[in-house]
């Protein structure tokens, strides 16, 4: 009863109220804020035909609200809801009373109202955002179940591309089988359709609507025009043919139609290739575009290779062995490592049998001092003059002879003595047997003696003393035999074993005995060597001569030499054109232990390289270029740690003041050059040096000239001259060219030369002291003083110093010297004088003037 009548008096004071509530304004009706993810919102218009519940204030006002006391009941749930803030402050209804009745005494009807429409507001929300929700579930359901079905469809379509491509894979296979079955077909047997085999791989794939992808239209053929296998495979025209095709042009191969279907396939699933394992030959240096050719891959695909290990290289850099390597067993291939020094295996040192070895004649190198008789020695044994044809008597090439003693031969190889073929004769003694160390009677042990017994002990061969020039009378050879034993060089008359033997050149005293102990000596060194092999030797000189070309003199040491063999000398090769003899005779063959002359070579090797015939022109060529890289790459960085950077150049000529002297050197053969390379090496100070530019072998040619104008180079010629040309350019250019013919006078002027280079010594002369007794002013000249000459002597204009307490206070020179009143040009000790210096003044009594004078000496090297 009480909430019935409480629900009524709320029901009345409500429409008593109607005209008075507080009304949502219009614009906001039907407005609902939507909100999303990151602070985002939106505002929904909602219809009035959606909403499940109306507001009571919109309700037509002829319409009466029904059952007016359960809508009043409504908001008893929300009573337990915390109220407003300005109601929290009053007091809570008596336990026991009206609670209803309470709250509608202290709420006023507009509150009322208000809470009436925020709940039905609220219910109206909530309503609107579960249909929102319920929407949005379901259009995910909708769209996953999309994606769903176009997976399925997707792997549906390629499962049945897939089972076709198989299907005609499987056609085309028992068609090939079919046909090697059918093979060969009789002549009158009808040639079964190929079309077939298409027919069932297009009845194999039926179950899959999926269209054919082989683009060409020449696969399905039609069944009228039937062929054989073979004779499409021949493409010959038969009788059956001729009567049954109507000149139908000839088919596709079944080899052709597969190829073309792994293309496809490989287009279509990008299918790899069958990879193919190679053996890839790697070199200790390779560009990747080399690599990639090795390993038959694409270039773009080793760069990858590297670009994903972080480098960016391109086709043409190089890399080592070992990072190639890695990317070769990367790429799926293996690898068999070569040198380039590879390509001179086999080339020397080839192991003989014993019983391919026969006897050699010995080769014997005569050493010694110069001017102790060597060539006049061999001169006498070989009965020629060979002395005549050097320049001053002095031997200034490699000669190689041969000379017979009891029907035996001997090579002898003359060496030059001068200390500026220490090279030369060091590389004659490597090539020899025997070595006959010439020592004079009257000059007994000289330095150059001492070097040649070195090189024949670091050789390792035996040494025969000649003990030259007993034939004088100042000649003491047991002076010669003790001052040996200093050098553990023992003869026999001492007690050793090296033999010794006293001759004369000039007389041709004991000459015999000399071959004789040659012979001796090399019985019991067992020479042998194998003829029947391919040559191997030295090059004992070269040079360039201007009718034959490149000439070499060489040593046969292994094998026999023929007219024709393709030949390798240092960084040079040729075919033997010719072979002469010392004699000029043109020889078929050179055997062992035999001096030649080789023509045919393409440039003039170095003294010293090593010969050996090869099989073919191309290794030749191989074997040389290998070479002259190698030669490059070691002047590159000779070159390179001398020069440094420009920075450590100009520190350089700061800190040390090194200057050089360029020079162009031509001669007439190898050895020459490198003789005077050393010589002029050892001239070189810390201040001064040669440079040698360039140095060849041959005449002074026109190119030379052009060289020397732009280094600022002097030209030296030994034993050469310049052609027409050559001396032309030079003239204009003003650019002397010298000619010389013994080394001496070489040396000799370049020291000289170098020597103008090198800056003035500064020497200081003391001249004498002065001690000043008193000082005076003089008008128009300042102070004066008067002094008394101690030690020595004073010079007017010598430089003079001020010395007090021992200490230097001043340096410079006399303004005037006089005696009495009269200017002199010098005062002896004892005397006294005036003096008056330059720009200086603060003298006073008791100091001392030291004088001086300075000169410049020109220094030599």
Not at 87 to 110: H, T
Not at 765 to 771: D, S, Y
Request: glycine share 8%.
């Amino acid at each position: 009863m009480t909430d019935t009548k409480t629900g009524d008096d709320k029901t009345l004071s409500v429409e008593k109220k109607k005209t008075l509530t507080l009304k949502r304004p219009s614009v906001e009706q039907g407005t609902v804020r939507q909100n999303f993810s990151h602070g985002r919102s939106k505002s929904v218009v909602v219809e009035t035909k959606k909403r499940k519940f109306s507001r009571p204030d919109e309700r037509p006002e002829t319409t009466p609200a029904p059952a007016p006391a359960p809508a009043a009941a409504k908001p008893k749930p929300a009573a337990p809801q915390p109220a407003p803030q300005r109601q929290r402050e009053r007091p809570r209804p008596a336990p026991g009373g009206n609670r209803s009745g309470v709250v509608l005494n202290e709420l006023s009807k507009d509150e009322i109202e208000a809470r009436r429409r925020a709940l039905q507001d609220s219910k109206v929300r909530e309503a609107e955002e579960r249909q929102r929700a319920a929407e949005e579930a379901k259009r995910r359901a909708e769209e996953d179940a999309r994606r769903e079905r176009e997976r399925e469809e997707s792997a549906r379509r390629q499962a049945e591309e897939e089972a076709r491509l198989k299907a005609e894979a499987e056609a085309r296979r028992e068609a090939e089988e079919e046909a090697r079955r059918r093979a060969p077909p009789p002549a009158e047997a009808k040639p079964e359709p190929e079309v077939d085999s298409d027919d069932e791989a297009r009845s194999k794939s039926k179950g899959a609507p999926v269209k054919r992808a082989a683009p060409k239209p020449e696969v399905p053929r039609p069944a009228a025009k039937p062929r054989g296998d073979d004779q499409r495979r021949r493409g010959k025209l038969t009788l059956n043919r001729a009567l049954s095709d109507d000149g139908e042009t000839r088919g596709r191969s079944l080899s052709s139609m597969r190829r073309r279907q792994e293309k496809f396939k490989r287009a279509q699933h990008q299918e790899p290739r069958e990879k193919i394992s190679r053996e890839v030959v790697l070199p200790e240096t390779i560009t990747i575009q080399e690599l990639a050719q090795r390993m038959a891959e694409r270039a773009v695909d080793v760069i990858k290779f590297f670009m994903k290990q972080g480098q960016m290289l391109k086709p043409g850099d190089v890399i080592d062995a070992d990072t190639a390597e890695l990317v070769a067993e990367e790429f799926g291939h293996t690898v068999k490592r070569v040198a380039e020094s590879d390509v001179e295996e086999g080339l020397f040192n080839v192991e003989d049998k014993a019983e391919d070895l026969k006897p050699r004649p010995p080769v014997v190198t005569i050493m010694g001092h110069v001017d102790h008789g060597k060539t006049s020695l061999l001169d006498a044994i070989r009965h020629a003059n060979v002395v005549s044809g050097e320049a001053g008597g002095i031997t200034q090439h490699i000669g190689a002879y041969q000379v017979e003693q009891g029907g035996q031969t001997i090579t002898f190889i003359d060496t030059p003595g001068h200390a500026a073929f220490t090279a030369m004769r060091a590389r004659g003694a490597e090539a020899t047997d025997i070595a006959i160390l010439v020592v004079a009677a009257d000059d007994s042990v000289m330095p150059q003696t001492i070097e040649s017994i070195n090189h024949a002990k670091a050789a390792g061969v035996p040494i025969i003393v000649a003990i030259n020039k007993i034939d004088k009378p100042e000649a003491d050879a047991n002076k010669v035999r003790t001052e040996l034993l200093q050098h553990e060089v023992f003869v026999e008359s001492m007690g050793g074993e090296v033999l010794d033997v006293e001759v004369s050149a000039v007389k041709g005293t004991n000459l015999d005995r000399l071959l004789e102990a040659v012979l001796l000596q090399s019985e019991v060194l067992e020479l042998k060597a194998n003829p029947d092999r391919s040559a191997e030797g030295v090059v004992i000189e070269a040079k360039l001569d201007r009718g034959r070309g490149s000439v070499a003199t060489v040593l046969v040491q292994a094998g026999t030499l023929h007219t024709g063999d393709i030949i390798v000398a240092g960084n040079e090769w040729g075919r033997v054109r010719a072979l002469v003899n010392d004699r000029g005779e043109q020889l078929k063959e050179a055997p062992p232990s035999m001096p030649v002359e080789i023509l045919g070579l393409q440039g003039t090797p170095l003294a010293g390289d090593r010969i050996a015939v090869v099989e073919s022109e191309a290794r030749a060529r191989e074997i040389s270029e290998y070479r002259q890289r190698l030669a490059r790459e070691k002047s590159v960085a000779r070159q390179a740690g001398q020069r440094g950077s420009l920075e450590q150049m100009m520190s350089q000529l700061q800190d040390t003041g090194l200057k050089e002297f360029p020079l162009i050197v031509k001669g007439d053969v190898q050895g020459s050059i490198e003789a005077i390379a050393g010589a002029l090496d050892k001239l070189g100070t810390d201040e001064v040096r040669a440079r040698i530019v360039h140095s060849g072998a041959g005449a002074i040619t026109e190119s030379d000239v052009s060289l020397a104008e732009t280094s600022e180079a002097a030209i030296i010629g030994f034993n050469v001259r310049a052609n027409k040309q050559a001396r032309d350019a030079a003239e204009a250019a003003g650019i002397e060219i010298r000619y010389y013919n013994i080394i001496y006078d070489l040396v000799d002027d370049i020291k000289a030369a170098m020597s103008g280079l090198l800056s003035p010594e500064r020497r200081e002369t003391f001249l004498g002291n002065a001690e000043i007794l008193e000082v005076f002013n003089v008008s128009k000249v300042g102070k004066v003083a008067g002094c008394r000459v101690t030690e020595g002597k004073v010079e007017r204009g010598a430089g003079v110093r001020l010395i007090r307490d021992s200490v230097v206070i001043h340096e410079g020179k006399l303004k005037t010297l006089k005696r009495f009143k009269d200017e002199v040009s010098e005062v002896p000790a004892g005397q006294e004088c005036g003096m008056a210096f330059e720009n200086y003044e603060d003298i006073r009594p008791g100091d001392v003037i030291e004088a001086y004078r300075v000169e410049m000496v020109t220094r030599t090297l």
